[in-house]
């Protein structure tokens, strides 16, 4: 899906949790309903982390240049690591509210809450299934999905307690629906806060075991050694790897390049790839009169950025 597209489906969804949480404010004042007017100040965190979702993708879509050799794809990370945390940060607010409302139960209007909480339901269930039509493959726009799912719950929630204390009375329902959504908030924040942290740590992504792709390379016919191999995520669906990889005497280093990348590509679907090849037996300082059985000085093995990969007899 074109980010234009993604864009558009977003701000549908913005529209419909803007309009929606203007007409819960005015009803909370009337109603004189805490419950009301904290669920809006939910949704405004929702709107926020859309408009934040929006320009995250405005940015990430400018060219690489200058300094920004990747362009600035990485705010789209940014955006999601933000939703993450204010997910964690209202959760802690919440979770104070409602411990406060077990204690303290105030009077709530039921009959008006649960109304209010059925339309929040519908226009929620729309602005979800508007952002789940972008990709969701982009934690940025994932960041922005569990905000709005996580105001849905909040409403489902809500309606429920607002059933209850319309049959029974019992004001406490509000409280401990809330709990509920404090857990289910605390879950997502905590998943966007884990999947950006591993973007931002240059962790290879989840699903990419770097030791066992290491001795997938050295498993290749003519291949000797890998070593110096790094897997990263540049932004969410962008893998990006790079490796020295030495070959037999006499290979066609060129080939074996355009092989293992195929691999890559194929079976690993990495196409960013920065692979320098050499043979793993030439004429240096290390033994002038002939070959290495390695082509580096143990110098350079020992100065190596993670483990090396060698083929060698264990290995078949």
Request: overall charge negative; glycine content about 8%.
């Amino acid at each position: 899906m074109s980010p234009n597209a993604d864009r558009r489906w977003l701000s549908i969804a913005l529209a419909l949790i803007a309009g929606f949480m203007t007409v819960e404010v005015v009803v909370g004042i009337i109603a004189q309903s805490l419950a009301l007017l904290s669920d809006a100040a939910h949704m405004l965190t929702d709107a926020a982390s859309i408009v934040l979702a929006l320009f995250a993708m405005k940015l990430a879509a400018r060219p690489a240049k200058g300094i920004f050799t990747y362009g600035l794809k990485r705010a789209e990370i940014l955006s999601a690591m933000a939703n993450g945390l204010t997910l964690l940060l209202l959760a802690l607010w919440l979770t104070y509210e409602a411990i406060h409302r077990l204690i303290e139960p105030p009077p709530v209007e039921g009959g008006l809450v649960l109304v209010t909480a059925l339309v929040g339901i519908v226009v929620n269930v729309l602005a979800a299934w508007a952002i789940s039509k972008a990709n969701r493959s982009s934690l940025n726009v994932e960041g922005a999905f569990q905000h709005v799912l996580n105001d849905l719950f909040a409403f489902i929630a809500t309606a429920v307690a607002g059933l209850v204390i319309l049959l029974t009375g019992f004001t406490r329902a509000d409280g401990i629906a809330s709990l509920i959504v404090v857990a289910l908030m605390v879950k997502a924040g905590l998943g966007l806060v884990r999947d950006s942290g591993r973007i931002f740590l240059e962790a290879a992504p989840a699903g990419v075991n770097p030791d066992a792709l290491g001795d997938r390379l050295v498993g290749q016919t003519d291949v000797d050694e890998v070593h110096d191999l790094h897997v990263w995520q540049i932004t969410s669906g962008q893998t990006a790897l790079s490796a020295h990889v030495l070959v037999t005497p006499g290979s066609d280093c060129h080939a074996l390049r355009r092989s293992l990348e195929l691999l890559l590509s194929s079976d690993y679907g990495i196409t960013h790839t920065t692979l320098q090849v050499d043979h793993a037996c030439v004429e240096g300082a290390i033994a002038p009169e002939g070959c290495t059985s390695l082509p580096m000085a143990e110098a350079h093995h020992r100065n190596t950025h993670g483990p090396i990969h060698r083929n060698e007899p264990h290995h078949h």
